[in-house]
């Protein structure tokens, strides 16, 4: 007995699991990122246009031309981006019409028998058979109060 309350009367070593969990990016420095890279672009556009501002007509025209230049391929890259959004959404939209409208007329055909098979199983299986069990549950009855059965 002296043992057994020594045992109870001692606690149980208590094991902590420490579990890291690798902390999540905080929205402020995101935010600081964001702000910081907004503040580098407008500094960086404002010593463009001082450079271009102090520098001579033949250096500001051969960058305004390579600028002319990146803007067009960047309208024919757009123009292409949205020539392939076309194409997928025709895709999409052959897509629905063709394929999923069939299956959902089948799914839907599907379900008319299926309804009408419980219907019938209903009508000609279920309901004979809760009749039988009625008429059955009538006789015990009768026979219990004419005491026939017993």
Do not use: Y
Not at 25 to 36: L, Y
Not at 53 to 69: A, K, W, Y
């Amino acid at each position: 007995m002296s043992e057994e309350t020594e045992l109870t009367d001692q606690a149980a070593p208590v094991i902590h699991e420490e579990t890291t969990v690798p902390p999540e990016p905080s929205k402020s420095k995101a935010v600081i990122w964001i702000v910081a890279v907004v503040i580098l672009v407008l500094a960086g556009l404002a010593a463009g246009t001082i450079f271009l501002l102090r520098s001579d007509v033949g250096t500001t025209s051969h960058i305004r031309d390579i600028f002319i230049i990146f803007m067009a391929l960047e309208s024919f890259i757009v123009g292409l981006a949205l020539i392939v959004l076309v194409v997928q959404l025709a895709t999409l939209i052959n897509l629905l019409q063709n394929e999923i409208k069939p299956i959902l007329n089948s799914t839907n055909e599907t379900v008319n028998t299926l309804r009408g098979t419980a219907t019938f199983l209903s009508d000609n299986l279920a309901e004979p058979v809760i009749k039988l069990n009625e008429s059955v549950a009538v006789i015990r009855k009768l026979m219990d109060f004419l005491k026939i059965w017993k």
